[in-house]
């Protein structure tokens, strides 16, 4: 615990303070998907996986188009839903 302690952050992860407080920390702030799979697919990422037992660096590729796709396919819903509330109730 004390090793790893300044890097526990008990405040609220939402608000404008976390950037500056992650910053300081030498933290990394990844607000967007894309960032977060990216950042789990780093070649950093697939050495650290692979040497605990945790993913192979294919499973980590593939994880990460599953991730990506996903996010496509909800950003997708949330456009088409816009679309059609639009033209429901504006047009």
Do not use: Q
């Not at 607000?31 to 650290?48: E, Y």
């Amino acid at each position: 615990f004390k090793d790893n302690r300044h890097v526990i952050f008990t405040g609220n992860g939402y608000s404008s303070e976390w950037p500056v407080e992650a910053k300081k920390r030498g933290l990394p702030n990844l607000n967007t998907t894309p960032l977060a799979v990216a950042t789990f697919n780093s070649p950093k990422a697939k050495a650290l996986f692979s040497k605990m037992g945790i993913f192979s660096a294919e499973e980590c590729d593939a994880r990460s188009e599953v991730m990506f796709e996903n996010y496509n396919s909800t950003l997708c819903t949330e456009v088409m839903t816009l679309v059609d509330m639009i033209e429901t109730g504006i047009l």
